[in-house]
């Protein structure tokens, strides 16, 4: 019998394989990135499985489609009540508990007297929060409440996400890696480190939760722009997971932090008596790709197919490698290749309205050439492509990108990283950025490198002595790594500049007049990306996929934004954004036959709407 099943299951994948190449030979012009050409051609709608076991996690949202007002049952492996209830982060409500639930549950004597609604209690942390000088501590005020109410800390980041999203996240949450092993108290993910080789899949069972639909993971290895902060960089995958939920309704039970850690080349944290990682020199070559292996088919043999593995803040030569190698076997996402990629293009598109023209007309000019910048280069080249039908190769010759030696060109590609050769042009070498700026003359500069104050005021002049409304996207983060600040950029265009930067900065007064600068966060991108991957079922990342979340993002740039020189959405819309990110993204897997929950749904939007989780209080029965 067992023997009968695995071959059903075996010809169940050998059929929909050959399903999934059918519909392939259909589709025209399917976009792919140079990661198809670094895999010798394979592509990611080639649906071979050569890593792991196949499998997959099934519609687990049938609670929060239910009305709120239905009565349920705390349970964890018991009933909750009583001492054990108000431990309990996921079914705690604090004195938010009625008399009845006080009754029922044994809460008598264990809570003062009197009850406040989930919106008084709102309103009285947000107090507390504010009265903090210090980010970091309201950061780790956040981080306690959502260890002892997780629907109030979701309530909070909902209803207050431009305020309390630079806390949990960029760029607070910069620091508190930095201090991760003084502020540690209990553990918030699962940590991997080279003492769990050889029982990985063992240790994926220890989290308690068995049905994981996203899984954001990190080695640490370059936090932001703070670089190598080993095993500190938990607070990455946590922060990540919190935005899954608060601006992408993914509901928090399905989430699961991972840091990976193989050491850290850090000096300053091998000698920290409160670092809380391996002490050791970080480990390369064979070692490490042989933990990401076993890892990664623990993941798929635990959790199944269609669970969604988020790779974040991996050094450039890693986060290549681990998209190449495991993009057609796995359910993978580089936020910091893909995720950026996405979300700049996306404010490019909406910019077209304010600077004229199309994609195809302008010239891009980046300083840095890691991930995010190779990744922003591509996708706009997919999308020229996409838009004018010319080859990608010949989309790419209007972008131009310098790294730390100067100008990438032609007579350096032999000694270039493979991932930035497809942007060695034929040009003399240029050492400094303000000459590129002088001889490329780019209307879009585009910063990604990880190092402050790097666009001085001679490159921002030069922009905008080329062009009357130059357009500059300072992305790195922290904020103490931008390019330049939103001042500096208005300031030194006087005004006419169309600015975005990775972390939020204040409005600028310029001239008498405001300018309200955007943010070019991936955070527009990543939960509704993702919650459109869950929703449909799908099985793989297509490029395809990522134009779609930016079409979609774009679209919900208002007349109201434009005239304020915005070119995204402001955030206290992200989750009627997200529904419409994962809508579009979600037909588009369709499309590629890369979703497999039929049938599709009518109505994707109000399908998207009606999975996101809600952290409004349930009644207890």
Not at 237 to 259: E, F
Not at 600 to 612: G, I, N, W
Request: proline residues 4%.
């Amino acid at each position: 019998m067992e023997r009968t099943s695995k071959s059903f299951c075996h010809w169940q994948r050998k059929a929909f394989g050959c399903l999934i190449r059918r519909r392939e030979r259909k589709i025209s012009g399917v976009m792919e990135s140079t990661l198809k050409e670094m895999r010798n051609g394979e592509s990611v709608l080639d649906m071979t499985d050569e890593r792991g076991v196949g499998g997959g996690v099934g519609d687990i949202y049938g609670e929060d489609r239910a009305t709120e007002d239905q009565l349920l049952t705390p349970w964890s492996f018991t009933i909750a009540s009583g001492h054990s209830l108000l431990r309990d982060p996921r079914y705690n409500k604090g004195l938010a508990f009625t008399e009845a639930e006080r009754d029922a549950h044994y809460l008598r004597g264990l809570l003062p007297p009197v009850i406040l609604s989930q919106e008084h209690q709102e309103k009285r942390l947000m107090h507390t929060l504010r009265q903090y000088q210090v980010p970091l501590h309201r950061y780790m005020a956040m981080m306690d409440l959502q260890e002892r109410n997780e629907r109030l800390f979701y309530k909070l980041l909902i209803d207050h996400v431009e305020e309390l999203l630079p806390v949990v996240y960029t760029p607070v949450v910069g620091e508190a890696c930095q201090k991760y092993g003084s502020i540690f108290r209990r553990p918030q993910g699962l940590y991997i480190s080279l003492k769990e080789k050889g029982k990985i899949f063992e240790v994926l069972k220890n989290w308690p939760e068995r049905s994981i639909q996203v899984i954001v993971v990190t080695d640490g290895e370059r936090i932001l722009g703070l670089g190598d902060l080993g095993c500190q960089g938990m607070g990455i995958p946590v922060g990540k997971l919190s935005l899954y939920t608060a601006l992408g309704g993914v509901r928090p039970s399905v989430c699961l932090p991972v840091t990976i850690d193989v050491g850290t080349n850090n000096k300053h944290l091998l000698e920290d008596e409160f670092y809380i990682g391996l002490r050791q020199r970080r480990a390369t070559g064979q070692e490490y790709a042989e933990l990401l292996d076993e890892f990664m088919s623990a993941v798929k043999q635990n959790y199944g197919e269609k669970v969604l593995v988020q790779f974040e803040d991996f050094a450039n030569h890693n986060a290549f490698e681990l998209l190449k190698k495991y993009g057609t076997t796995h359910l993978v996402f580089n936020d910091d290749i893909q995720g950026t990629a996405s979300v700049v293009l996306a404010g490019l598109v909406a910019a077209l309205r304010l600077v004229g023209g199309a994609l195809a007309d302008h010239t891009f000019l980046f300083l840095g050439a890691g991930e995010a910048g190779t990744g922003i280069a591509e996708l706009i080249a997919l999308e020229v492509s996409k838009k004018t039908k010319a080859p990608v190769e010949e989309a790419r010759k209007k972008i131009w990108l310098v790294d730390s030696k100067g100008l990438i060109v032609s007579s350096r590609k032999e000694s270039i990283q493979h991932f930035k050769q497809p942007w060695a042009h034929e040009h003399e070498p240029i050492k400094e950025l303000v000459d590129a700026v002088k001889a490329i003359k780019p209307s879009v500069l585009i910063g990604t490198s990880g190092v402050g104050k790097t666009f001085t005021k001679e490159v921002v002049e030069a922009m905008a002595a080329l062009n009357e409304k130059p357009l500059i996207l300072a992305l790195s983060n922290p904020t103490s790594q931008s390019e330049c600040t939103a001042e500096e950029a208005y300031t030194w265009t006087e005004g006419r500049a169309i600015f975005a930067s990775g972390s939020p900065f204040d409005p600028v007064k310029y001239d008498g007049k405001v300018f309200i600068p955007g943010q070019a966060n991936n955070a527009y991108i990543f939960p509704g990306f993702g919650l459109g991957i869950i929703m449909s079922g799908t099985i793989r990342v297509h490029d395809d996929l990522l134009l779609a979340a930016s079409e979609a993002l774009a679209g919900q740039v208002t007349e109201e934004n434009y005239e304020k020189g915005l070119i995204y959405p402001p955030f206290s819309n992200i989750r009627k954004i997200s529904a419409h990110i994962a809508a579009n993204v979600a037909a588009k897997a369709y499309e590629l036959g890369l979703a497999t929950r039929l049938p599709r749904p009518q109505d994707l939007v109000k399908y998207a709407e009606s999975c996101m989780y809600t952290p409004v209080y349930r009644q207890y029965r």
